[in-house]
């Protein structure tokens, strides 16, 4: 917390004088919580987060590290539909209102989509082979290239079309920031 307290004071161009100041809180803790030997109370974690007009989450939360290499055996995924399509989760640590996933289909599967919260927007990406995507009722046949996009709280569902050869493509969810 401490690291992320500077960083947010510091990318404001605040001096910890301007905010104690703004968040009615002495200086000296401040001084205190960024030295990483200050146990906060709630209140002044709040009139911190406040002050500088991030979640209270953004403000405790564990740093990111700026540089991460995850080998592929590693990268984390999950089987659905029977085992027939693999999905991979791209991002290794969580981007606040967004997911990337790639999903490997083997030849004629399908897998319904979960819809997810109101005004969010899915982006999906082919890599390879040919995919249909059904959204509302709707079929789209996607190709290498192709991208559909389309509100993710709709019902939906993903289906190789090749009953020879896998397919391959990326999911981008965006999440509404009314819901993060």
């Not at 205190?32 to 500088?52: D, T, V």
């Not at 979640?55 to 995850?70: A, G, H, N, V």
């Not at 391959?168 to 965006?174: G, I, N």
């Amino acid at each position: 917390m401490a690291q992320n307290l500077i960083q947010l004071r510091k990318s404001q161009n605040l001096s910890q004088m301007a905010l104690a100041e703004r968040s009615q809180i002495p200086r000296s803790t401040i001084s205190y919580i960024e030295s990483g030997e200050g146990n906060p109370s709630l209140a002044n974690l709040i009139k911190l987060a406040s002050s500088l007009q991030v979640s209270l989450e953004e403000l405790i939360k564990k740093p990111r590290p700026q540089i991460q290499y995850i080998p592929k055996d590693q990268v984390p995924s999950q089987w659905k539909s029977q085992s027939s399509i693999e999905i991979k989760k791209i991002l290794p640590d969580p981007i606040e209102g967004m997911e990337i996933d790639k999903m490997r289909f083997d030849e004629k599967a399908i897998m319904k989509g979960t819809p997810h919260l109101p005004n969010t927007k899915e982006y999906f990406y082919v890599v390879s082979g040919k995919i249909r995507v059904y959204v509302n009722k709707e079929r789209f046949d996607l190709s290498k290239g192709d991208v559909l996009a389309f509100p993710g709280n709709l019902k939906h569902a993903y289906e190789n079309l090749n009953d020879k050869k896998q397919a391959e493509a990326f999911s981008v969810v965006v999440f509404s920031p009314d819901y993060y």
